[in-house]
């Protein structure tokens, strides 16, 4: 069984992000067990915590070490990704030579009332991973359009459509991480 994380980049209490996520769930039949990792509790990172991170920066770091791989669904905030993913992604590459992100592989999507509003987001999220070495799945690119009604009820998708969207997303996801798995396995 793969166990993927998925980080929402969003702290909102109505993330439509974090709707989007909670149905990941639901949109497969594949063997994956998906485990939410918070982001809302840590600190902002200053090189300073390098020498005594915090226990929060350290669980934070192991459930991205535990995972097989990790899925970010990320709004855009003035056209780049939100600070508080930011600043996440910063507690798990540091302290220098301590990445959890290197070789891991990810997926990224994000979710807004527009048809493309969070392509920049996701371009400078694929530029940070890039530098990173976390092997980043390039398609299908998904910027979804999100509508209310389709997620009234938590953990699912009304829409037909939607729901067709996000499982081609997902299901990808998925083969994206056993395949990066198994490569590993083999080396």
């Known amino acids: 069984?793969?166990?993927?994380?998925?980080?929402?980049?969003?702290?909102?209490?109505?993330?439509?992000?974090?709707?989007?996520?909670?149905?990941?769930?639901?949109?497969?039949?594949?063997?994956?067990?998906?485990?939410?990792?918070?982001?809302?509790?840590?600190?902002?990172?200053?090189?300073?915590?390098?020498?005594?991170?915090?226990?929060?920066?350290?669980?934070?770091?192991?459930?991205?070490?535990?995972?097989?791989?990790?899925?970010i669904v990320t709004p855009e905030y003035s056209r780049s990704l939100p600070g508080v993913l930011k600043n996440a992604m910063d507690?798990?590459?540091?302290?220098?030579?301590?990445?959890v992100w290197n070789g891991k592989p990810v997926a990224i999507m994000g979710a807004s009332g527009g048809a493309i509003g969070t392509a920049a987001a996701q371009q400078h999220l694929r530029a940070i991973l890039g530098h990173y070495n976390a092997p980043t799945m390039g398609q299908p690119e998904m910027f979804f359009r999100f509508t209310?009604?389709?997620?009234?009820?938590?953990?699912?998708?009304?829409?037909?459509?939607?729901?067709?969207?996000?499982t081609q997303f997902v299901d990808a996801a998925v083969a994206h991480v056993d395949l990066h798995v198994k490569a590993h396995a083999q080396s």
């Open 1 to 71: 069984m793969l166990h993927i994380g998925v980080i929402v980049g969003s702290i909102a209490t109505e993330s439509i992000n974090k709707k989007v996520a909670l149905t990941f769930p639901s949109l497969t039949t594949a063997d994956v067990e998906f485990e939410f990792i918070d982001i809302s509790q840590l600190p902002l990172y200053s090189y300073d915590y390098d020498a005594d991170y915090p226990e929060v920066a350290l669980e934070f770091k192991r459930k991205i070490a535990e995972s097989d791989g990790i899925i």
């Open 91 to 99: 507690w798990a590459a540091r302290p220098w030579g301590h990445s």
């Open 148 to 166: 209310p009604d389709a997620f009234q009820v938590p953990g699912e998708v009304t829409d037909e459509g939607s729901r067709q969207l996000l």
